[in-house]
């Protein structure tokens, strides 16, 4: 288990950590492991490839913007048997507010997965640019 005690950290819209984040990594895999009180959201996927996130279990309501995992501008993305309960979104897809822009290629989010979030949405695809998010088939 990995708590971020995140009621300890204001709530501004800088400065906070995540409890993982990877940039511009490759065969990332993250499993079997407990997420909890992220500062922030509770996982951040930049410009990565080849990502597996599976088993996991997120519990993140210690903050505001408490997404549980947030994938941006990363390709073959799995997201499978995960529960997350999060305070905004559980799954935001985003298309490059920190590196170039590029578009999210190949994500499957398993019908395996449980959501519950209370301020907003279970999958969220955040648009910037429209239209940038690749159907693999």
Known sequence: TIDGQGKHFAPNPT???YL?????????SVRG????NSAMWAQHYLACK???VEGIHVTNHANVNNDGIDIDCSEDVRVANCAID?????IVLKEGREVERGAIK????????E?????ADA???LESPPDNLEDPG
């Open 123 to 125: 999958v969220r695809r």
């Open 20 to 28: 993982i984040r990877f940039s511009e990594c490759r065969n990332i």
């Open 50 to 52: 080849q990502v597996l």
């Open 15 to 17: 400065g906070r950590p």
């Open 33 to 36: 492991v407990t997420l909890k």
């Open 86 to 90: 999060s305070g905004d979104d559980a």
């Open 106 to 113: 190949e994500l499957l989010a398993a019908p395996t997965n």
């Open 115 to 119: 959501y519950t979030r209370e301020l």
